[in-house]
């Protein structure tokens, strides 16, 4: 039950946009379509935003878009905005409902 | 509303028990299977543990195996944690969650275990 890998940080300039990745193994990122994507402002419960890989829950904006190659994962926010400025969390499935999140990237916008 | 609410954290000694519960309103909370989730302070979110909908199958992080139990009594719409054997580093917010399609579409607004003598 290891930590998927994130980058620590990544930045970026308003209306510029910013990739994420989420490394794991074959046992969950590769194994399965169930990658799904949190945002977390500082003292609030994380919030869904990518679900089964590339999913938008209804609400999230379209400039959030989620992939996936191989063991690793990707969220990429284009055109971003101040309020996009988070800590963002990617989970998989490692089987039989069970998860594993990642180590977390601080998204910085410049 | 569809609302989750934590309760029952506080401050315990180390090898103290605790029991969190969280509400659950606004859906139908039987047919979900519910996880645990905590987040150590300035720390990463960890999964913890899950239960099925019906309470019959249950997992757990090997970190807290053997100490944590999780619960659910779903004529009350509420679910439990009940956690034993405290240690510093089980210090943290934790989280009921709601699992949708692997994913975790409803979140509480936390509660904060601090284990400390």
């Known amino acids: 039950q290891s930590a998927l890998t994130q980058p620590p940080s990544a930045s970026g300039s308003p209306g510029q946009s910013v990739t994420i990745s989420c490394t794991g193994t074959?046992?969950?990122?590769?194994?399965?379509?169930?990658v799904s994507w949190y945002q977390q402002h500082p003292g609030k419960a994380p919030k869904l935003m990518i679900s089964?890989?590339?999913k938008r829950p209804s609400g999230v904006p379209d400039r959030f878009s989620g992939s996936k190659s191989g063991n690793t994962a990707s969220l990429t926010v284009s055109g971003l905005q101040a309020e996009d400025e988070a800590d963002y969390y990617c989970?998989?499935?490692?089987?039989?409902?069970?998860?594993?999140f990642g180590t977390g990237t601080k998204v910085t916008v410049l | 509303e569809v609302q989750l609410v934590e309760s029952g954290g506080g401050l315990v000694q180390p090898g103290g028990s605790l029991r969190l519960s969280c509400a659950a309103s606004?859906?139908?909370?039987?047919?979900?299977?519910m996880h645990w989730v905590r987040q150590g302070p300035g720390k990463g979110l960890v999964w913890v543990s899950r239960?099925?909908?019906?309470?019959?199958?249950?997992n757990y992080a090997d970190s807290v195996k053997g100490r944590f139990t999780i619960s659910r009594d779903n004529a009350k719409n509420t679910l439990y944690l009940q956690i034993n054997s405290l240690r510093a580093e089980d210090t943290a917010v934790y989280y009921c969650?709601?699992?949708?399609?692997?994913?975790?579409?409803?979140w509480g607004q936390g509660t904060m275990v601090t284990v400390s003598s």
């Open positions: 969650t709601r699992e949708d399609f692997w994913a975790f579409d409803i």
């Open positions: 989970s998989s499935s490692a089987g039989s409902h069970n998860f594993v």
């Open positions: 074959s046992s969950d990122v590769g194994g399965y379509n169930h």
């Open positions: 606004g859906f139908t909370f039987s047919p979900f299977w």
């Open positions: 089964e890989v590339s």
């Open positions: 239960i099925n909908s019906d309470g019959s199958s249950t």
